[in-house]
């Protein structure tokens, strides 16, 4: 008897426990299924804004020490994919990034956060440009929960070296994926 009333006391707590633990989520009212204009590249014959979306999360370890994005579109006819935006070094303390954080002239971005090379050869956000006719591109934004306060590298980092770095610190990743084709 007292040892089925200690499985079922355990079983409730355990199930308390889990229903309390929020899952790592990244999100944002400013983007869903399609991107829109304002995160539009303004190159390559494309004619957006460039702007980069707000995005929050909730949910993240109680371990993590910072907090990276990556913006990726593996559909990219580069053999590689293309990286849109490298953001890391932000604060553990951060639970967002606001609209246009990504244009680095502006510091919007939380206070020591660095934002190295994309595939557009600058720092900072660079919007969705597929090639005409291309059926529409995948970007993946990932938010990485990390277990250093400081990656270690700096705005010069091309983004396969931040994101080998990424990886060897992560203890859990995010992500939203939308889609643009033109």
Same mark, same amino acid.
């Given at each position: 008897?007292?040892?089925?009333?200690?499985?079922?006391?355990?079983?409730?707590?355990?199930?308390?426990?889990?229903?309390?633990?929020?899952?790592?989520?990244?999100?944002?009212?400013?983007?869903?299924?399609?991107?829109?204009?304002?995160?539009?590249?303004?190159?390559?014959?494309?004619?957006?804004?460039?702007?980069?979306?707000?995005?929050?999360?909730?949910?993240?370890?109680?371990?993590? %020490?910072?907090? #990276?994005?990556?913006?990726?579109?593996?559909? &990219? @006819? +580069? *053999? /590689?994919?293309?990286?849109?935006?490298?953001?890391?070094?932000?604060?553990?303390?951060?639970?967002?990034? %606001?609209?246009? #954080?990504?244009?680095?002239?502006?510091?919007? &971005? @939380? +206070? *020591? /956060?660095?934002?190295?090379?994309?595939?557009?050869?600058?720092?900072?956000?660079?919007?969705?440009?597929?090639?005409?006719?291309?059926?529409?591109?995948?970007?993946?934004?990932?938010?990485?929960?990390?277990?250093?306060?400081?990656?270690?590298?700096?705005?010069?980092?091309?983004?396969?070296?931040?994101?080998?770095?990424?990886?060897?610190?992560?203890?859990?990743?995010?992500?939203?994926?939308?889609?643009?084709?033109?």
């Amino acid at each position: 008897m007292k040892r089925a009333f200690l499985i079922s006391v355990l079983a409730v707590l355990f199930a308390a426990t889990m229903a309390s633990a929020e899952e790592f989520t990244l999100k944002s009212d400013q983007i869903g299924g399609q991107l829109t204009i304002d995160q539009v590249a303004n190159v390559f014959g494309c004619t957006g804004k460039n702007i980069s979306p707000e995005l929050k999360w909730t949910g993240a370890p109680k371990t993590a %020490k910072s907090f #990276a994005l990556t913006v990726y579109d593996p559909d &990219a @006819p +580069t *053999g /590689s994919g293309w990286w849109h935006w490298v953001i890391f070094d932000i604060p553990a303390t951060a639970t967002e990034l %606001k609209t246009d #954080a990504g244009d680095p002239l502006k510091k919007i &971005a @939380p +206070t *020591g /956060s660095i934002q190295s090379m994309t595939d557009y050869g600058k720092t900072g956000f660079g919007g969705a440009c597929p090639p005409v006719g291309d059926k529409p591109h995948r970007y993946v934004f990932t938010l990485y929960a990390l277990d250093v306060p400081k990656l270690g590298a700096d705005e010069k980092a091309g983004a396969p070296l931040v994101g080998f770095m990424l990886n060897s610190h992560a203890i859990a990743k995010a992500s939203i994926i939308s889609y643009y084709g033109r």
